[in-house]
């Protein structure tokens, strides 16, 4: 079946690079997505990725994909103290329907 | 910024009794969605909606949920008869396209 897996935590320093990591198990995805959830907010798209894409940049972030390792990244460059958060991989399979598999979340903590 | 709204942000209710969960989706997006996070847990898919009517269901969305779109902007979701076990984050969700879905803030429902 569809899963989607993460590490847990991430610890890192004010100004230093974030990579947050991100696996799945279907070959089928299409579209695979990156989401932030500040406390007490809702699910905010940060960015997303097509699975014929290897790589895109969007100011801060830049989503990595490697496809024959099932495995997507987030790195966050200049990381600051705002993007302390969860963060949520979700990926939309084909053979799972109209819907989103998402991971369970990596927490980041960005220390000043 | 177009967004997903969501009513009550905060919904404690008894177990048994009914609940209604209020979403008013972007305008121009044609697909709806239901998801849930129970405390600790993934984000769970519940439900899909297009066209005005369910097009995907999960093994939660069971006798005891509906959905409904009442109007052209409101999409609800009810719990007839609530349990304990009901207690989570529902996120609705809406997209334009198949993917790329925008999510609300989430109501938290705590059944007491």
């Known amino acids: 079946g569809e899963d989607v897996e993460q590490s847990l935590f991430l610890s890192v320093r004010e100004g230093d690079s974030s990579v947050i990591n991100c696996t799945y198990t279907?070959?089928?995805?299409?579209?695979l997505y990156w989401y932030k959830q500040e406390p007490g907010a809702g699910l905010q798209l940060l960015t997303y990725?097509?699975?014929?894409?290897d790589m895109k940049q969007d100011q801060r972030l830049t989503v990595l994909l490697n496809k024959k390792d099932k495995h997507l990244s987030l790195r966050i460059a200049d990381t600051q103290t705002g993007d302390s958060a969860i963060y949520f991989c979700a990926v939309y399979f084909v053979t799972a329907g109209n819907k989103l598999t998402f991971g369970g979340g990596t927490r980041v903590l960005v220390k000043p | 910024e177009p967004e997903v709204t969501q009513t009550p942000s905060h919904q404690v209710t008894q177990m048994g009794q009914e609940v209604i969960l209020r979403c008013v989706p972007i305008?121009?997006?044609?697909?709806f969605y239901w998801y849930r996070q129970i405390l600790g847990q993934k984000v769970e898919f519940l439900v899909s909606?297009?066209?005005?009517?369910?097009?995907?269901k999960s093994e939660i969305f069971d006798d005891q949920f509906s959905v409904e779109r009442p109007d052209g902007s409101n999409f609800t979701l009810k719990i007839r008869s609530t349990k304990l076990e009901d207690s989570a984050m529902y996120f609705c969700?809406?997209?334009?396209?198949?993917?790329?879905?925008?999510f609300g803030q989430g109501t938290r429902l705590t059944v007491v």
């Open positions: 969700a809406s997209s334009e396209r198949v993917a790329e879905a925008f």
């Open positions: 990725i097509f699975s014929n894409m």
């Open positions: 305008s121009n997006h044609l697909y």
């Open positions: 279907d070959s089928s995805s299409t579209y």
């Open positions: 909606f297009y066209n005005n009517e369910i097009s995907e």
